[in-house]
């Protein structure tokens, strides 16, 4: 996420903190000492287990494994030889079921509203005790898939996605003998989410399914992001895409799994009834690694939040991770050994099939496969300046976006 007016009084969630860290190496370490640090100073003395101790040397190890970063695939820039002319892109391919939309068959009905929650045909149930407003949704540029400029754009106002987070908090022993921590780090969570407006929904981790920010309001979930569909590409998702937060760590201590079978099963129903709702296609299902970037160094993934291991297939959605990544194809975006080693070391194929495209594009153009990137880059910058202005740094362009 990130926050609009950062408050030194109110407290962040962690990865709010990790955003303000620009440099990715250091984030990704931020992320998991903090991981390890507030399970040891959450728990009680006595339930302080061995493997804290086995997980502080394991993330020492893995601190030291990502610190000779180096970029992967592609080549550094050549000097700055492009022309003015613009570039028309040529995007990858979307099959059928990346394309798909829930249609709004009459089968996901509002069942019950009352203040404090609402319930569905499906069974899903949204508690509303911490729902909040926030600055309704504007209506969005979404630009044109071949060249995407400040000049080439549609208007938009209608919800086209989900980006899914993890909220990287505090995670108590999902165990019955932890039931009360486990209710305070979901109350606190809560709290802060409300608090700083982070994201529309949050599924807590017996998999309760907490409205906070309005859907017809902006959460300061998706930072500067991009994503593309078969209409066009999205820049900075906050009015364009809704914000589902597990409360959850992406960088799991003990490799299990990161979401609870709760959780899971609660995200399908909400899943399936916003996808119903707002008719969202399954490939505008992502996570917030998916569509974040950072300006500051042009790579992908400045949030790494669901890196890896989404379960897309039990929310009923292809694997997504698969998906040529619009911010590689469409800008150009970079990605490092960091990345992969956030994504658990297993690139996603998605990566690669944007990586091709690029080679193909640059190859159509006649020109070097790095040159073409440059240009890519170039475009970005020249589209964020007439948008924002000048760009200063990544956490000031994308909230009012
Ligand atoms: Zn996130």
């Not at 030889?81 to 798909?100: E, G, H």
């Not at 208007?155 to 209710?183: Q, W, Y």
């Given at each position: ?10 407290a962040?969630?962690i990865e ?21 640090l ?139 003998d ?51 569909d ?65 300006m ?43 990345f ?40 970005y ?21």
């Amino acid at each position: 996420m990130s926050a609009k007016t950062p408050n030194p009084l109110v407290a962040y969630t962690i990865e709010a903190r990790a955003a303000k860290i620009d440099d990715p190496v250091a984030r990704l370490r931020y992320l998991r000492q903090s991981a390890a640090l507030r399970a040891t100073k959450d728990a009680k003395p006595g339930r302080i287990a061995k493997w804290h101790w086995a997980l502080g040397a394991a993330f020492l190890l893995a601190g030291i494994a990502v610190l000779p970063m180096r970029g992967v695939f592609f080549q550094p820039a050549a000097a700055n030889t492009a022309s003015k002319a613009p570039i028309v892109r040529r995007p990858p391919k979307l099959d059928q079921a990346a394309l798909a939309k829930v249609a709004d068959n009459g089968k996901i009905w509002q069942v019950e509203s009352t203040r404090d929650y609402e319930e569905y045909s499906n069974g899903l149930r949204i508690e509303k005790k911490y729902a909040i407003g926030n600055r309704p949704r504007a209506g969005y540029r979404l630009f044109d898939r071949a060249n995407p400029s400040a000049t080439r754009f549609q208007m938009k106002n209608e919800i086209a996605g989900i980006v899914f987070h993890t909220t990287e908090s505090h995670m108590a022993p999902f165990h019955k003998d932890a039931n009360d921590s486990l209710r305070r780090a979901a109350r606190n969570l809560l709290a802060e989410v409300q608090i700083n407006r982070s994201y529309n929904y949050v599924i807590d981790r017996f998999g309760r399914v907490w409205r906070v920010v309005e859907e017809s309001d902006v959460a300061w979930h998706a930072g500067n992001s991009i994503w593309a569909d078969d209409s066009g590409i999205y820049v900075n998702l906050n009015d364009s895409f809704l914000g589902i937060s597990f409360e959850a760590q992406t960088y799991n201590e003990n490799k299990q799994a990161i979401a609870t079978d709760a959780q899971i099963h609660s995200a399908r129903l909400l899943t399936d009834m916003l996808r119903a709702k707002y008719k969202i296609a399954a490939l505008n299902c992502a996570t917030h690694a998916q569509v974040s970037v950072s300006m500051a160094s042009m790579g992908i993934g400045y949030h790494t939040d669901w890196a890896g291991n989404f379960p897309f297939a039990a929310l009923g959605l292809p694997d997504n991770y698969k998906l040529a990544l619009p911010a590689v194809w469409a800008f150009g975006f970079d990605y490092h050994q960091t990345f992969i080693d956030a994504t658990g070391g297993q690139p996603w194929p998605g990566l690669k099939l944007a990586e091709q495209n690029l080679q193909e594009q640059a190859a159509l153009a006649r020109i070097p496969a790095a040159q073409y990137k440059q240009k890519l880059q170039q475009s970005y910058k020249q589209l964020i300046t007439a948008l924002y202005g000048p760009i200063h740094g990544d956490e000031e362009q994308s909230n009012e976006s």
